[in-house]
């Protein structure tokens, strides 16, 4: 196992891992957050109790019915928005610390764009305020990151803007699921930025959607188990695809062998 490969494995093996205890920190609160409610409604726990936020730290003692709420709150919103949140954090940083270490290893592609923009003046700026070779390659890459994960998220996988080597394999295989990750983020975007409403920018982005503008989004169990599913899938055909195509490795015997191949049997059309 050359270098570069075990370094993406021991990646994805770490990504696996975080995304399993997310799972499970969702299901350990779904699963026991009824019980708290139930043993505190027959005062089997003690009291809430909580500091409060004012300068003096004086300590609250909190009714029954307060208790309640907290606990409806959590299972309702808290608990299932914290998971898609940081599930969608934690798939989005893998797949740039991929095209990080591809950029290291092979500088040219990062130069590499659709219409021939090269952002020279951009560039130029960052080479001649920088130190020395490193740092003009980690802020080059860097910059290049941002732009490509501001711009639309379908992009990376549909016309791969990362220059992964891609070519059309998620436009013909995986254009549906790429679509429903498409709704994920815009998910998560809403969540962070408008208290779980629907916008127009979810509306816009998601054509077809029968949810209604101003619609408070609720997330069962099985919306925020089938979207980890969908990340894990394509963080480990990204894996795949860059350890086949960049670095010629064809080794079924990893962890995102297994991964990718238990995804592509199921979904691959």
């Known amino acids: 196992m050359t270098t570069t490969e075990k370094k993406i494995s021991i990646m994805f093996k770490h990504y696996n891992q975080k995304i399993k205890d997310i799972w499970d920190n ?12 139930k043993s505190v409604k027959e005062n089997k726990l ?12 004086r300590v609250h003692t909190k009714e029954k019915t307060v208790t309640f709420g907290i606990v409806y709150r959590l299972q309702l919103n808290n608990v299932p928005y914290q998971a898609l949140v940081e599930g969608v954090a934690l798939t989005e940083d893998y797949i740039k610390n991929i095209a990080e270490i591809v950029y290291k290893e092979f500088p040219g592609r990062i130069l590499v764009t659709d219409n021939g923009d090269e952002k020279e003046e951009k560039y130029m700026s960052i080479i001649l305020t920088s130190i020395d070779r490193d740092e003009i390659l980690d802020r080059i890459i860097e910059e290049k990151l941002r732009s490509i994960f501001y711009g639309n998220p379908a992009d990376i996988f549909l016309k791969d803007k990362c220059k992964l080597e891609f070519g059309n394999y998620f436009k013909d295989h995986y254009l549906n699921l790429i ?49 980890f599913i969908l990340m894990r899938g394509l963080c480990a055909i990204t894996s795949q695809l860059v350890q086949e195509k960049i670095y010629k490795v064809d080794n079924k015997k990893t962890i995102i062998y297994h991964y990718y191949k238990i995804f592509e049997d199921k979904f691959k059309k």
């Open 46 to 57: 003690p009291q809430f109790n909580v500091i409060g936020l004012s300068e003096n730290e």
């Open 179 to 227: 679509k429903t990750y498409i709704e994920v983020l815009s998910m998560r975007n809403i969540i962070i930025h408008n208290d779980a409403r629907i916008d127009r920018k979810y509306i816009r982005e998601n054509k077809g959607s029968t949810k209604k503008l101003g619609e408070k989004v609720k997330l069962d169990h099985i919306y925020i188990r089938d979207s």
């Open 26 to 37: 969702y299901n350990f609160n779904m699963q026991y957050l009824p019980i708290i409610h």
